[in-house]
């Protein structure tokens, strides 16, 4: 397949033309050449194009391009002039992959957890980016996170401020804390996140509700490697998961 086919395959299939983002999602960098390899990483960075130098296309969930243009200069130089260099394209797709309903970051983790998004959850500039959850039956709020752990392959931070027995909550990966307030406004258990912020801290607390942190990086590492398994299946084509943590 070229380049430009699998990039109009994924506009489609992610409706990265109507989804509303500061990132400019789509074909980033490339040209229309034929591809065999296709690499997939969260992050557009230095580290993850050395990576993928055997790939013919790299796939990222945070591109190069967010809200404004940006001079070509110092590491964005370097970052493009790899690409080149090696001929790989780059396309990325942000609040597309998040809340695709079935390969989407979020979706993804609720099934990871062996449960069923219930409803949609979220609201992000007039977008629901997440889903809600409810558990077969109440669980101990501290062996939920180590089975969060477990699942995710991960460490976690709990703010254990609601109850120790927990049944509905919602999950938004990333750094999607500001979206706390809905999920203390539907009294939910427990509320699942990337990363945490010092201001969400008290109003947590004071409104007593459960937060688990599973890291920005680590809960968005599922979309991309859902979408590379998708592209194998679907089209045959060799794919990758370029791993490089950040520790967030």
């Not at 609601?162 to 406004?185: F, M, Q």
Request: aromatic share 10%.
């Amino acid at each position: 397949m070229k380049v430009k086919e699998i990039a109009s395959y994924l506009n489609e299939l992610l409706n990265v033309r109507v989804i509303d983002d500061i990132s400019m999602n789509g074909l980033q960098v490339g040209d229309n050449h034929e591809v065999k390899r296709v690499a997939l990483a969260v992050d557009a960075s230095l580290e993850t194009f050395k990576n993928a130098k055997d790939a013919d296309l790299l796939i990222v969930h945070h591109g190069l391009y967010w809200g404004k243009p940006i001079p070509i200069v110092d590491s964005m130089f370097e970052r493009i002039k790899l690409l080149i260099n090696n001929n790989i394209a780059l396309y990325a797709a942000h609040l597309p992959l998040d809340l695709h309903p079935e390969l989407g970051n979020n979706v993804q983790g609720i099934k990871l957890l062996g449960l069923e998004p219930s409803i949609e959850f979220g609201n992000y500039h007039g977008i629901n980016i997440g889903f809600e959850f409810e558990l077969p039956e109440a669980m101990d709020v501290k062996e939920f996170k180590k089975l969060f752990e477990e699942r995710l392959g991960t460490t976690s931070i709990l703010w254990d401020f609601g109850p120790e027995k927990i049944k509905k909550g919602a999950y938004v990966s990333g750094d999607a804390i500001s979206l706390l307030p809905e999920a203390i406004e539907k009294e939910l258990d427990i509320y699942i996140t990337g990363e945490p912020r010092h201001s969400s801290y008290w109003p947590a607390y004071e409104a007593g509700i459960n937060v688990l942190f599973g890291g920005h990086y680590m809960t968005e590492t599922l979309g991309v490697k859902a979408l590379g398994n998708h592209l194998k299946e679907k089209f045959g084509l060799e794919t990758f998961f370029i791993d490089v943590p950040t520790g967030f």
